[in-house]
């Protein structure tokens, strides 16, 4: 099993693992010069390790890839955005967005956001998507959609992500660098569960796939994105399948871990359309350690909706009627993890 995930184009006309030739970037005027050093180490340290080559242009209306800055979704939530366009399985040009929202100053010689993040990190981090990597969620990399404490540089999925696309550095014999453990405890190895509110139907929608939340974002302009709801584990001995519906009548999503409900609904409700896994969470809350929290599931008579509150003082003020009449306390749903301390990357 690899350790990382390709998006699919990447750059140069060869087939992947192969030279990505010299591939060109600028800073725009939204960002300061400061910020120069940062990126230049992080499009550094991919080529020190594939072979592919950066070269630093003054503008960005001759540049391959272009780094600038704006708002958007305020502090601590998405630090930066990475897109670009291709043609067949070529890329042909990228844009990396950083939030200006996240207060980037320089601090003891680092560029660093108003909560303490390393901008490098996340300039790799971007970068990454940039020359064709997906986010990758199996061990802390920079790659993954977290970030983890633990991590300073490109990490051995990372790399070979980079050289699954094109191919090594010419004569480097330089071995990766050694993953760090994966601790329960510190939620390092679960992956974010993104959250949108459907304005539409004030349905709740749940995914743990940056591609969906990306095209969610891109196509549905009634999806409110609210964030990281929690966050689930690895599939493992100790874990359960958490199974996905949705309903061609009303537009609303339903998520069980109980195989015989999922049969039932399959075989009785013909409107839910059974979508599959849509992920994993803990067999029990013992399984989850002190991170674990257990989901309180609710249906609404009124509109048919369901709700998974994620605290007991959630769960108590929507009994108490804080979220409109009709809702019925159905009972726990299924136990995941609260969301790390890392910052989620976009």
């Not at 594939?50 to 708002?71: H, K, M, R, Y």
Request: aromatic share 12%; net charge negative.
């Amino acid at each position: 099993m690899v350790d990382y995930v390709l998006e699919g184009p990447r750059w140069g006309a060869g087939a992947r693992g192969t030279s990505g030739g010299t591939v060109t970037w600028a800073l725009d005027a939204a960002l300061p010069a400061a910020f120069a050093s940062a990126v230049q180490s992080a499009f550094a340290a991919w080529a020190s390790v594939a072979n592919i080559s950066f070269q630093q242009v003054s503008s960005t209306a001759s540049a391959s890839i272009d780094l600038t800055q704006g708002v958007l979704d305020g502090l601590g939530n998405t630090l930066g955005y990475a897109s670009y366009a291709f043609s067949g399985q070529r890329m042909t040009s990228a844009t990396v967005t950083f939030d200006s929202a996240e207060g980037w100053h320089v601090a003891g010689g680092r560029v660093v956001s108003n909560q303490g993040t390393d901008f490098y990190l996340v300039a790799l981090h971007e970068i990454g998507h940039a020359l064709g990597l997906d986010h990758y969620n199996g061990k802390p990399e920079v790659m993954n959609s977290i970030i983890s404490p633990s991590i300073t540089g490109l990490m051995a999925g990372d790399i070979a992500g980079i050289q699954a696309l094109y191919g090594s550095t010419p004569g480097s014999t330089t071995a990766p660098p050694t993953q760090p453990p994966t601790q329960t405890s510190d939620g390092s190895d679960v992956n974010a569960v993104y959250r949108f509110y459907d304005t539409r139907t004030g349905d709740h929608f749940y995914t743990t796939s940056a591609a969906e939340k990306a095209q969610i974002l891109k196509s549905l302009p009634s999806y409110q994105y609210e964030g990281v709801g929690w966050a689930t584990p690895q599939d493992g001995p100790n874990t359960i399948d958490v199974f996905r519906f949705y309903d061609t009548k009303t537009g609303q999503h339903f998520f069980t871990t109980d195989a015989g409900e999922r049969d039932t609904i399959i075989k009785t409700l013909p409107s839910y359309h059974y979508e599959g896994v849509a992920f994993e969470a803990y067999a029990s809350p013992a399984a989850a350690g002190t991170g674990g929290v257990t989901l309180e599931r609710f249906y609404n008579t009124q509109t048919g909706l369901h709700h998974y509150a994620a605290n007991a003082a959630e769960a108590d003020a929507i009994n108490h009627g804080s979220a409109g009449p009709g809702w019925v306390d159905e009972g726990r749903a299924f136990t995941v993890h609260v969301p790390t301390d890392g910052m989620l990357f976009a």
